[in-house]
């Protein structure tokens, strides 16, 4: 029987966190710093939730694949099928276990490096050991020498599969194959994004930044919380006010979010001061807004967060999308990248006003890694806080409410 898992830091610890927002105190210093607190979480929240790993316009072709690394350091494959399915899978050979998209032969400086993420189109995945070959589904389809063995049974293995679900072009996996179907679990966020038809934009590449120096949770709060907009960005906002300062909702003028119990999304948006702002210091946005927005919709920033891994700002010309994966208790990986409605990645000057506009977004990024590596500096201290959270933190009350629910339904398991 599999060991019960119970969490390093008490469970009653976080009841504080989870709270009202006019009651809540931050997470219990700990959850951001302990290495037993985080094996723990890798194995409460990340190996039963669903996990985003890149978007299906990543991967249009049948053939197209792309790895990735997921938290815990398992290596997927994320590929389309010629039935046009997208699969996630391990990509461990099943026969003695190398890595099957690594590459056969490397430079003589890199020997023993172990190989990066690969991705490119191929007809089937053939590991370069001793060349067992599986479909893009990962059903294995032939291996070498291998009929002398009367208990091999080629159609009994496969590179072991996680269940994947699309939505709104982004794809998701869940080591859990039992694991409950996410679309339902994100309604709110599927009807707050509807008109912006995200499912049929395209990406632009990636920007990695590995191994940042904060706990991932660090990260998740520090996008969605609209407390330090117009205090750390000061400067930024002072050219422009980017939200509307007459707006008195739950916090403060910022923005409002939502999340019901047991939700897997937290979602918000917040009322801009102008139509079709952007993040950039002229606050206007650089390209065409959507067509299919309404009035209302044009004047909104929404943010979406699908714990634990995606998090989206959506203006009204485009998206930007991060993946967050942690790589230890004190580290994480980000992924970025941006979509935009294919009418506008294929306008004549595209790339040179993308430029503007990743910088616009680079001016925030720029004054929050800072800030946050700077977090994580403190909450190590023996005098970090449990703090008190502010209107505009809401967010935070939310998250740590989803976290304590998947903190505690590993330990009820
Ligand atoms: S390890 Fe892959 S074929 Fe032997
Ligand atoms: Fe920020």
Redesign the pocket.
């Known amino acids: 029987m599999e060991a019960a898992l119970v969490s390093p830091i008490p469970l009653e610890e976080f009841e504080a966190s989870a709270t009202d927002i006019d009651l809540a105190v931050t997470l219990p210093p700990g959850a951001y710093t302990r290495a037993d607190f985080h094996d723990f979480e890798l194995a409460a929240v990340f190996d039963r939730s669903w996990l985003c790993v890149g978007r299906v316009d990543e991967i249009p072709e049948p053939g197209d694949y792309f790895t990735t690394t997921l938290p815990g350091g398992e290596k997927v494959i994320v590929a389309r099928d010629k039935q046009h399915n997208v699969n996630v899978m391990s990509s461990v050979?099943q026969?003695?276990?190398?890595c099957?998209t690594a590459p056969a032969k490397r430079e003589r400086d890199s020997w023993y490096a172990e190989p990066g993420e690969q991705r490119g189109n191929v007809r089937t995945f053939r590991?370069p050991?001793?060349?067992?070959t599986y479909d893009l589904d990962g059903r294995l389809l032939g291996a070498p020498d291998m009929n002398h063995r009367s208990d091999f049974e080629r159609s009994s293995i496969r590179l072991p599969a996680l269940a994947c679900e699309v939505w709104n072009g982004f794809i998701f996996a869940n080591f859990d194959t039992d694991a409950e179907p996410l679309a339902p679990q994100v309604a709110k966020a599927t009807e707050l994004l509807e008109n912006y038809h995200l499912s049929e934009m395209v990406s632009t590449p990636r920007d990695m930044l590995a191994d940042l120096p904060f706990n991932w949770k660090i990260m998740v709060e520090n996008f969605m919380e609209g407390y330090h907009n117009d205090r750390l960005h000061h400067d930024l906002y002072d050219l422009a006010k980017g939200d509307d300062p007459e707006l008195e909702n739950l916090t403060a003028g910022h923005m409002s979010f939502e999340y019901e119990p047991g939700s897997g999304v937290i979602a918000g948006w917040g009322r801009t001061a102008h139509r079709d702002r952007g993040l950039n210091p002229t606050q206007r946005g650089l390209f065409p807004p959507i067509a299919t927005l309404t009035d209302e919709e044009r004047w909104r920033m929404c943010y979406v967060c699908v714990p634990p891994s995606l998090l989206m700002g959506v203006s009204t010309d485009s998206a930007f999308w991060f993946l967050v994966t942690p790589t230890g208790p004190e580290t994480f990986t980000l992924s970025m990248s941006f979509v935009f409605p294919r009418s506008t990645v294929e306008l004549k000057l595209f790339d040179q006003v993308f430029r503007q506009h990743v910088a616009g977004v680079d001016l925030f990024n720029n004054e929050d890694l800072p800030a946050n590596i700077a977090t994580q500096m403190g909450l190590r201290s023996r005098y970090a806080p449990r703090g008190p959270l502010a209107r505009g933190d809401l967010f935070l009350a939310q998250f740590n409410t989803w976290l304590l629910e998947r903190y505690r339904a590993a330990e009820a398991a």
């Open positions: 050979c026969h003695r276990g190398m099957v590991c050991y001793h060349w067992w």
